[in-house]
Protein backbone atom coordinates (compact mmCIF):
# COMPACT_ATOMS: atom_id res chain seq x y z
CA UNK A 1 0.00 0.00 0.00
CA UNK A 2 1.99 3.14 -1.39
CA UNK A 3 -0.34 5.74 0.23
CA UNK A 4 -0.96 8.90 -1.57
CA UNK A 5 1.56 9.45 -3.91
CA UNK A 6 1.42 13.16 -5.58
CA UNK A 7 3.86 14.43 -8.41
CA UNK A 8 5.72 16.10 -8.89
CA UNK A 9 7.44 17.02 -5.01
CA UNK A 10 8.96 20.28 -6.51
CA UNK A 11 7.76 21.79 -9.86
CA UNK A 12 9.32 25.43 -11.35
CA UNK A 13 7.09 27.33 -13.57
CA UNK A 14 7.71 30.70 -15.17
CA UNK A 15 5.19 33.31 -15.50
CA UNK A 16 2.38 32.24 -17.59
CA UNK A 17 3.44 28.56 -17.67
CA UNK A 18 0.43 25.74 -16.80
CA UNK A 19 1.51 23.67 -13.47
CA UNK A 20 -0.23 20.25 -13.26
CA UNK A 21 0.05 18.71 -10.30
CA UNK A 22 -0.81 14.74 -10.12
CA UNK A 23 -2.17 12.51 -6.98
CA UNK A 24 -2.50 9.30 -6.77
CA UNK A 25 -5.24 8.24 -3.82
CA UNK A 26 -4.31 5.74 -0.99
CA UNK A 27 -5.87 2.23 -2.86
CA UNK A 28 -9.50 1.87 -2.13
CA UNK A 29 -10.01 5.52 -1.36
CA UNK A 30 -12.46 7.11 -3.66
CA UNK A 31 -12.39 10.71 -2.17
CA UNK A 32 -9.89 13.06 -2.94
CA UNK A 33 -9.69 16.93 -1.72
CA UNK A 34 -6.89 19.54 -2.34
CA UNK A 35 -5.47 21.76 -0.20
CA UNK A 36 -3.16 24.87 -0.77
CA UNK A 37 -0.15 25.95 1.87
CA UNK A 38 1.92 29.06 1.64
CA UNK A 39 4.71 29.04 3.92
CA UNK A 40 4.48 29.27 7.57
CA UNK A 41 0.44 28.77 7.40
CA UNK A 42 -2.08 26.01 7.82
CA UNK A 43 -4.08 24.84 5.03
CA UNK A 44 -6.59 26.17 2.85
CA UNK A 45 -9.57 24.21 1.03
CA UNK A 46 -9.54 24.19 -2.27
CA UNK A 47 -11.70 21.20 -3.46
CA UNK A 48 -12.65 17.90 -3.01
CA UNK A 49 -13.82 15.76 -5.62
CA UNK A 50 -15.23 11.80 -5.70
CA UNK A 51 -14.44 9.60 -9.22
CA UNK A 52 -15.78 11.72 -12.03
CA UNK A 53 -17.43 14.38 -9.92
CA UNK A 54 -16.55 17.66 -8.05
CA UNK A 55 -18.48 17.77 -4.92
CA UNK A 56 -17.40 21.03 -2.91
CA UNK A 57 -14.74 23.84 -5.34
CA UNK A 58 -15.74 26.86 -2.98
CA UNK A 59 -11.90 27.02 -1.95
CA UNK A 60 -11.12 27.14 -5.36
CA UNK A 61 -10.37 30.53 -7.83
CA UNK A 62 -12.58 31.02 -9.99
CA UNK A 63 -10.22 31.68 -12.77
CA UNK A 64 -6.67 29.80 -13.86
CA UNK A 65 -7.87 26.79 -11.50
CA UNK A 66 -9.42 23.45 -12.11
CA UNK A 67 -9.26 20.42 -11.15
CA UNK A 68 -10.40 16.66 -12.04
CA UNK A 69 -10.50 12.80 -11.01
CA UNK A 70 -11.54 10.80 -14.08
CA UNK A 71 -12.75 7.45 -13.97
CA UNK A 72 -9.07 6.17 -14.84
CA UNK A 73 -5.88 7.64 -13.37
CA UNK A 74 -5.18 10.40 -10.98
CA UNK A 75 -6.45 13.39 -9.92
CA UNK A 76 -5.39 16.67 -11.90
CA UNK A 77 -5.43 20.23 -10.10
CA UNK A 78 -4.36 22.28 -12.90
CA UNK A 79 -2.98 25.90 -12.56
CA UNK A 80 -2.99 28.20 -16.39
CA UNK A 81 -1.11 31.08 -16.84
CA UNK A 82 0.49 30.70 -13.74
CA UNK A 83 1.56 33.72 -11.44
CA UNK A 84 4.23 34.20 -8.36
CA UNK A 85 1.55 34.28 -6.04
CA UNK A 86 0.90 30.62 -7.02
CA UNK A 87 3.96 29.70 -5.22
CA UNK A 88 2.93 27.28 -2.69
CA UNK A 89 2.87 23.59 -1.27
CA UNK A 90 -0.44 21.76 -2.71
CA UNK A 91 -1.41 18.83 -0.52
CA UNK A 92 -3.78 16.24 -1.85
CA UNK A 93 -5.74 13.86 0.75
CA UNK A 94 -7.55 10.98 0.10
CA UNK A 95 -10.62 9.32 2.26
CA UNK A 96 -13.10 6.48 2.08
CA UNK A 97 -15.74 9.43 2.57
CA UNK A 98 -15.65 9.34 6.03
CA UNK A 99 -13.16 10.43 8.57
CA UNK A 100 -9.95 10.18 8.67
CA UNK A 101 -8.13 11.74 5.68
CA UNK A 102 -4.50 10.03 4.21
CA UNK A 103 -2.05 13.33 2.61
CA UNK A 104 0.62 12.60 0.11
CA UNK A 105 3.54 14.80 0.79
CA UNK A 106 2.91 17.67 -1.30
CA UNK A 107 4.14 19.03 -4.41
CA UNK A 108 5.89 22.48 -4.32
CA UNK A 109 5.24 25.08 -6.76
CA UNK A 110 7.74 27.96 -7.73
CA UNK A 111 6.93 30.12 -10.11
CA UNK A 112 9.69 32.14 -11.95
CA UNK B 1 -12.68 29.92 4.38
CA UNK B 2 -10.64 28.46 7.44
CA UNK B 3 -13.03 26.76 10.15
CA UNK B 4 -10.68 26.55 12.91
CA UNK B 5 -8.50 29.12 14.76
CA UNK B 6 -5.89 27.99 16.71
CA UNK B 7 -4.25 28.83 20.08
CA UNK B 8 -1.19 30.01 21.02
CA UNK B 9 0.30 30.51 17.56
CA UNK B 10 3.67 28.91 18.53
CA UNK B 11 4.76 27.52 22.04
CA UNK B 12 8.29 26.65 23.05
CA UNK B 13 8.57 24.18 25.89
CA UNK B 14 11.76 22.22 27.37
CA UNK B 15 11.27 18.72 27.01
CA UNK B 16 9.13 16.54 29.87
CA UNK B 17 7.04 19.79 29.96
CA UNK B 18 3.29 19.03 28.78
CA UNK B 19 2.07 21.05 25.93
CA UNK B 20 -1.47 22.23 25.55
CA UNK B 21 -3.02 23.61 22.39
CA UNK B 22 -6.20 25.02 21.69
CA UNK B 23 -8.60 25.25 19.13
CA UNK B 24 -11.90 27.55 18.07
CA UNK B 25 -14.36 26.65 15.35
CA UNK B 26 -17.44 28.16 14.01
CA UNK B 27 -19.78 25.94 12.62
CA UNK B 28 -21.38 22.33 13.34
CA UNK B 29 -19.23 19.33 13.43
CA UNK B 30 -19.64 15.61 13.20
CA UNK B 31 -15.99 14.91 14.21
CA UNK B 32 -12.95 16.85 15.34
CA UNK B 33 -9.15 15.89 14.27
CA UNK B 34 -6.12 16.51 15.28
CA UNK B 35 -3.04 16.41 12.62
CA UNK B 36 0.96 16.60 12.73
CA UNK B 37 3.22 18.29 10.10
CA UNK B 38 6.63 18.03 10.37
CA UNK B 39 8.31 20.38 8.71
CA UNK B 40 8.16 20.39 4.38
CA UNK B 41 6.13 17.56 4.58
CA UNK B 42 2.89 16.37 4.46
CA UNK B 43 0.01 15.96 7.48
CA UNK B 44 -0.22 12.68 9.85
CA UNK B 45 -3.63 12.08 11.35
CA UNK B 46 -3.10 11.67 15.38
CA UNK B 47 -6.85 11.46 16.95
CA UNK B 48 -10.47 11.63 16.20
CA UNK B 49 -13.10 12.73 18.61
CA UNK B 50 -17.01 13.08 17.87
CA UNK B 51 -19.53 15.57 18.57
CA UNK B 52 -20.69 12.97 20.94
CA UNK B 53 -17.83 12.52 22.83
CA UNK B 54 -16.09 14.78 25.09
CA UNK B 55 -12.45 13.15 26.30
CA UNK B 56 -10.39 10.84 24.00
CA UNK B 57 -6.98 9.19 24.89
CA UNK B 58 -3.87 8.02 22.98
CA UNK B 59 -0.46 7.21 24.20
CA UNK B 60 0.55 10.78 25.22
CA UNK B 61 -2.33 12.15 23.39
CA UNK B 62 -5.68 13.65 25.68
CA UNK B 63 -8.01 15.50 23.23
CA UNK B 64 -11.00 17.24 24.28
CA UNK B 65 -14.25 18.56 22.97
CA UNK B 66 -16.69 21.43 23.97
CA UNK B 67 -18.92 21.69 21.58
CA UNK B 68 -21.46 24.37 23.62
CA UNK B 69 -18.17 26.35 23.01
CA UNK B 70 -17.19 25.33 19.75
CA UNK B 71 -13.36 23.91 20.77
CA UNK B 72 -11.27 21.67 21.46
CA UNK B 73 -7.71 21.07 22.99
CA UNK B 74 -4.41 19.01 22.52
CA UNK B 75 -2.17 17.74 25.48
CA UNK B 76 0.99 16.02 24.49
CA UNK B 77 2.39 15.15 28.10
CA UNK B 78 5.83 14.61 28.92
CA UNK B 79 7.04 16.17 25.16
CA UNK B 80 9.66 15.20 23.53
CA UNK B 81 12.37 16.91 20.92
CA UNK B 82 10.54 14.33 18.34
CA UNK B 83 7.01 15.84 19.18
CA UNK B 84 8.61 19.66 17.43
CA UNK B 85 6.03 20.01 14.72
CA UNK B 86 2.91 21.93 13.68
CA UNK B 87 -0.34 20.59 14.80
CA UNK B 88 -3.42 21.27 13.28
CA UNK B 89 -7.06 21.01 14.16
CA UNK B 90 -9.47 19.95 11.44
CA UNK B 91 -13.10 20.21 11.54
CA UNK B 92 -15.55 17.53 9.92
CA UNK B 93 -18.77 17.92 8.36
CA UNK B 94 -20.79 14.82 6.81
CA UNK B 95 -23.93 16.03 4.44
CA UNK B 96 -25.44 13.29 1.68
CA UNK B 97 -22.40 10.81 2.01
CA UNK B 98 -19.53 13.59 1.80
CA UNK B 99 -17.59 14.90 4.36
CA UNK B 100 -15.83 18.35 3.66
CA UNK B 101 -12.61 18.36 6.16
CA UNK B 102 -11.75 22.33 6.87
CA UNK B 103 -8.42 22.65 8.93
CA UNK B 104 -7.45 25.40 11.30
CA UNK B 105 -4.47 27.79 11.48
CA UNK B 106 -2.18 25.64 13.31
CA UNK B 107 0.27 25.92 16.32
CA UNK B 108 3.80 25.51 15.70
CA UNK B 109 5.50 23.53 18.80
CA UNK B 110 9.28 23.52 19.86
CA UNK B 111 10.10 21.25 22.08
CA UNK B 112 13.49 22.10 23.47
CA UNK B 113 15.66 19.01 24.50
Known amino acids: NAGVMQNPRHLVRRRGQEARLRCSPM?????VYWYRQLPEEGLKFMVYLQKENIIDESGMPKERFSAEFPKEGPSILRIQQVVRGDSAAYFCASSTGANVLTFGAGSRLTVL | SQQGEEDPQALSIQEGENATMNCSYK?????LQWYRQNSGRGLVHLILIRSNEREKHSGRLRVTLDTSKKSSSLLITASRAADTASYFCATALNSGGYQKVTFGTGTKLQVIP
Open chain 1, 27 to 31: KGHSH
Open chain 2, 27 to 31: TSINN
